[in-house]
T-cell receptor, first 116, second 111 residues
């Protein structure tokens, strides 16, 4: 099966600019996650969708970050305006929705964002 | 919320030796514990996972053990090979809640 697709792979912008990332999950996976991975750390969840609804966005900096999954398939994460501390790899993951238990999350290759 | 501590942060072994990475978690309700391997510049890849109703799980050279009472779980890699060199992350979650990751262990296997 095709894996989680993300684009772009790399992005360099100046602080205060805007940027958007795209993710297409594995076909049939109802749950989609966006993570931020700062160099030398584990992934940190930004937002979790189940179909087109938000399950958890408690760690999303909502003053500058936004995400949507309008049709319950692919998703876009946006940062506006970017700050230097947003430099990180943004990972998308997806999992099957099977009632009552966690299912393995499968990650995309990520987008490496550098803020100048 | 959940807190996951992972040790050691770096681990160097000789090819053929065993490697053990340990994680502790804070939320006793956590019931799912995956391990991911991440090579430089690549995506995290699930290598093994365990649920709280099982104490040990093995897949070829990789095994995971879980001690619910002590709230810790460990990854064991036997007969290490240079291609095992990577960063390994443990994680924990409960129900449908999201994964909380440890900070990672950089494993270096020298030929």
């Amino acid at each position: 099966e095709a894996g989680v697709a993300q684009s772009p792979r790399y992005k360099i912008i100046e602080k205060r600019q805007s940027v958007a990332f795209w993710c297409n999950p594995i076909s049939g996976h109802a749950t989609l996650y966006w993570y931020q991975q700062i160099l030398g750390q584990g992934p940190k969840l930004l937002i979790q969708f189940q179909n087109n609804g938000v399950v958890d966005d408690s760690q999303l900096p909502k003053d500058r970050f936004s995400a949507e999954r309008l049709k319950g398939v692919d998703s876009t994460l946006k940062i506006q305006p970017a700050k230097l501390e947003d430099s990180a790899v943004y990972l998308c993951a997806s999992s099957l929705d099977r009632g009552g238990s966690n299912q393995p999350q499968h990650f995309g290759d990520g987008t490496r964002l550098s803020i100048l | 919320g959940e807190n996951v501590e992972q040790h050691p942060s770096t681990l160097s072994v000789q090819e053929g030796d065993s490697a053990v990475i340990k994680c502790t978690y804070s939320d006793s309700a956590s019931n799912y514990f995956p391990w991911y391997k991440q090579e430089l510049g690549k995506r995290p890849q699930l290598i093994i996972d365990i649920r709280s109703n099982v104490g040990e799980k093995k897949d070829q050279r990789i095994a995971v053990t879980l001690n619910k009472t002590a709230k810790h779980f460990s990854l064991h890699i036997t007969e290490t090979q240079p291609e095992d060199s990577a960063v390994y992350f443990c994680a924990a979650s409960k129900g449908y809640s999201t994964l909380t990751f440890g900070k990672g262990t950089m494993l270096l296997v020298s030929p």
